[in-house]
């Protein structure tokens, strides 16, 4: 996630620089308290933005560590496939052999 680094003005006309980048929900909420401080009219949508921001922050969480998840699995199904597919030949082969043993026992 990038840094948001934008300056915001208070109702009085004062900027408001964010001290460092905020790069997480956590330092996100701090900075919207301290610009709520300044301008407290922007209280009701501010907060709806933040609580929007949360709910997505967390469907992406959520979301990447189940793609994480599935590509694990994905990657565990094709080397069992692979595997599977190898042990397949083998018995094909053996099955071979084994038929041809016993296509000359019936006719010896």
């Given at each position: 996630m990038g840094a948001i680094t934008a300056a915001c003005q208070s109702s009085d006309g004062t900027t408001i620089e964010p001290k460092i980048p905020v790069s997480t929900p956590v330092a996100l909420t701090a900075e919207f308290?301290?610009?709520?401080?300044?301008?407290?009219?922007l209280a009701t949508p501010a907060l709806k933005l933040l609580d929007l921001y949360l709910c997505m922050w967390d469907s992406y969480v959520v979301k990447s560590t189940r793609k994480l998840q599935l590509e694990e699995e994905q990657?565990?199904?094709q080397v069992?496939?692979?595997?599977?597919?190898?042990?397949?030949?083998?018995?094909?082969?053996?099955c071979s052999e084994q038929a041809?043993?016993?296509?000359?026992r019936s006719r010896g």
């Open positions: 308290m301290k610009f709520l401080r300044y301008n407290d009219t990657r565990q199904l069992s496939t692979k595997w599977l597919a190898s042990d397949s030949d083998i018995l094909m082969q053996i041809l043993v016993l296509w000359y």
